[in-house]
């Protein structure tokens, strides 16, 4: 029982999932963020065009109601996340990127030409 305990205590603490354990706490409050301004903003101002809340849209076929306004926003609510997290990897991986290392050749000294050519000179002799 004991070894079975120290492996999950070194799979726990690894870096990956303690980083995956906070992206997973970040993302579920990132994502009240994004309800609330899909259910706060965009939905209201959406609403203006259909003289109603967007949430509230539905259709009813004699005692089932289908609530395709909730849809609607779910699916807005998912662009939005999507796109929110697209610009966020993108900014994260330009700012991940390692410079490109430029190997900068120097031009030999006097002194190594200049003992080149005496190498040369005894080679052609």
């Keep these: ?37 899909i ?3 965009i939905s209201p101002v959406l609403g203006l065009f259909v003289n109603d809340s967007l949430n509230t849209l539905s259709i009813t076929f004699g005692t089932v109601t289908i609530s395709y306004g909730a849809f609607i926003s779910a699916i807005i609510n998912f662009v939005m996340m999507a796109f929110i997290l697209f610009i966020i990897i993108k900014v994260m991986n330009k700012m991940r990127k390692q410079p490109q290392v430029v190997e900068v050749i120097k031009e030999p000294s006097d002194e190594v030409k200049l003992l080149t050519e005496i190498r040369d000179a005894l080679k052609n002799k």
Excluded at 2 to 10: A, G, M
Aim: proline share 0%; glycine share 8%.
């Design 1 to 37: 029982m004991k070894k079975f305990l120290n492996e999950f205590k070194e799979f726990a603490m690894r870096g990956n999932v303690v980083d995956m354990a906070v992206g997973v706490i970040i993302g579920a409050s990132f994502k009240s963020i994004v309800d609330s301004l």
């Design 39 to 41: 259910n706060d903003i």
